[in-house]
């Protein structure tokens, strides 16, 4: 959140099966998180509107939106972006996969749009062949 109100957390979790970044409620294309979240294998990323409705400039820093996100994982390099922390009214059909598909334009990984106890995998299985 914007400050003085409250210090926003993010956290980076690095494990023999991969890494893991969770953004807390930040936004915008920030670069000190863009660094943090570098190269991670999921990306959990707060998504509170679609980009272009936000109530004014500060509260698009505050709080993730759809575009910001993409450009976020992109630049970031990460494997996954799972979105979380929808407004009810992003997680409707026809919103949420116009979101997606606007997302997927920019960021060329697999894009999860998160709910409550769902579990994330690491990694998503990719298809082995043989010589």
């Given amino acids: 959140h ?3 109100t409250l210090n926003c957390l ?3 979790i690095e494990t023999d099966e991969g890494t893991i970044v969770y953004s807390g409620d930040n ?11 570098k190269g991670a294998d999921v990306l959990i ?9 936000e109530l004014n400039p500060e509260y698009r820093i ?9 450009e976020t994982a992109k630049q970031a390099g990460v494997g996954m972006l799972v979105l979380t922390h929808l407004q ?9 996969e116009r979101m ?5 334009a920019i960021f060329d990984g697999p894009i999860v749009v998160g ?17």
């Fill in 45 to 53: 990323h707060m998504n509170h509107f679609l980009s272009g409705t």
């Fill in 88 to 96: 009810p009214d992003l997680d409707v059909f026809g919103t949420r």
């Fill in 100 to 104: 997606v598909t606007e997302i997927a």
């Fill in 10 to 12: 993010s956290y980076r």
């Fill in 27 to 37: 936004g915008g294309v920030f670069e000190p998180f863009i660094e943090f979240a």
């Fill in 115 to 131: 709910h409550d106890l769902m579990k994330i995998p690491m990694k998503v299985p990719g298809i082995k062949t043989a010589d």
């Fill in 2 to 4: 914007v400050q003085p």
């Fill in 62 to 70: 505050m709080s993730g939106s759809h575009l910001d996100n993409a």
